[in-house]
């Protein structure tokens, strides 16, 4: 899998005025992605609901928790 080093960012992220996480994607064609989520950097979950071939910008909106952290991550799957 080669990914071209000219590709701008890929996951970006901001708070919307209602306190929600907006992860934003931008993804290259051919490529499937899926979204992950942890709250350990350890242990990284897929979020189902979040996998396909992103042209971008696809967005994400996820509730704010301030009982806990979390990461998130865009995997690109290989072979795809």
């Known amino acids: 899998l080669t990914v071209p080093t000219s590709t701008d960012e890929v996951l970006t992220y901001s708070r919307t005025a ?5 992860l934003q994607i931008n ?11 942890t709250g350990d950097l350890v242990d990284w979950s897929d979020l189902s609901t979040h996998v396909g ?5 696809y967005s994400i909106f996820e509730p704010m928790s301030s ?3 979390r990461f998130y991550r865009v995997k690109i ?3 795809q």
């Open 67 to 69: 009982s806990r952290s």
């Open 18 to 22: 209602g306190g929600e996480l907006n």
């Open 77 to 79: 799957e290989e072979g």
């Open 53 to 57: 071939t992103f042209l971008g910008p």
């Open 27 to 37: 993804g290259l064609s051919d490529l499937q992605y899926t979204i992950q989520q």
